[in-house]
């Protein structure tokens, strides 16, 4: 059974800094590429930042220089370090892991972020 346990949202100031980590298992995390993703209310979801299987990483230019993506594959986890954070960052970051090999594609189930004064 796979699973992706995301962790690591709060309610943070402007300016502020959150490190959210996910956490796989049931798959073989080395051959899989994960990303960040997030959704603010009504708007779609939106890709935040991807990192290969081999460490090749990727970001959307609103997060560029703020946000960083990082994976430990001995612990299967990967993790989005988001600094400088605006109220615009808002929304339930979900995150994604695509196999290297096949056509699947695994979601958690989100953890809110909030950034507000």
């Known amino acids: 059974q796979v699973q992706l346990v995301e962790s690591g949202g709060d309610l943070v100031q402007p300016g502020g800094s959150l490190r959210l980590s996910c956490a796989a298992s049931?798959?073989?995390?080395?051959?899989?590429?994960m990303g960040w993703y997030r959704q603010a209310p009504g708007k779609q979801r939106e890709l935040v930042a991807t990192?290969?299987?081999?460490?090749?990483?990727n970001s959307t230019d609103s997060v560029k220089g703020r946000f960083t993506i990082s994976r430990d594959n001995a612990k299967n986890t990967v993790y989005l370090q988001m600094n400088s954070l605006k109220p615009e960052d808002t929304a339930v970051y979900y995150c994604?892991?695509?196999?290297?090999?096949?056509?699947?594609?695994?979601w958690g189930q989100g953890t809110q972020v909030t950034v507000s004064s």
């Open positions: 994604n892991a695509r196999s290297r090999w096949f056509n699947l594609v695994y």
């Open positions: 049931g798959i073989t995390f080395s051959s899989y590429t």
């Open positions: 990192i290969t299987y081999g460490g090749r990483t």
